[in-house]
């Protein structure tokens, strides 16, 4: 069985990570196709914004979560006390089973490097094959909204520490 850890995000991660290119509908993740790529470095380096890379045995890096702020989207509400976390995982592993290693190393790295209330995922209501995955590991629907810039519905799952 592979082993999945978290370890800090390093900027070849970050290049790989705007090369990604999802399959419709999942495309709606895609990184931006513009010449800020180096703006979108940065801003994936910057401590405070708390991104990781995921990396496995068989692998190598896979993907990447941050913990706090980045995983809010515009229009939620984000008032109960919980960590947020944001996920990405490398598009062709998408689908292929690598998702409960995956999310499990996140919670993990999470439980070992703070204690939160509660943590809390912010996922696009289309996505059902996330939904799936959170549910299985104890997230439940806390709330939804509109996001009118994407005009994307979000949902807002949240599960007690």
Known sequence: ?????????????????????????YNFYDPPEDSHHEQYVREF????LGFFAIVCDD???IGFCSYG?????PGGDYSANALDIGLGMKPE??????????????????????????YRLTVADFNERAKKLYRQFGFRKHSE???????????IMIRDN
């Open 93 to 118: 592993l998408t689908g292929s089973g690598h998702g409960k290693a995956f999310f499990d190393a996140i919670l993990d790295f999470a439980a070992r490097n703070s204690e939160p209330a509660a």
């Open 45 to 48: 380096l910057r401590p405070e």
């Open 59 to 61: 692998e190598g890096f």
């Open 145 to 155: 909204f509109h996001d009118e810039r994407a005009n994307v519905p979000y949902l």
């Open 69 to 73: 702020q980045d995983g809010q989207v």
């Open 1 to 25: 069985m592979s082993s999945y850890r978290v370890e800090p995000l390093r900027e070849e991660h970050a290049r790989a990570i705007l090369g990604w290119r999802y399959p419709p509908p």
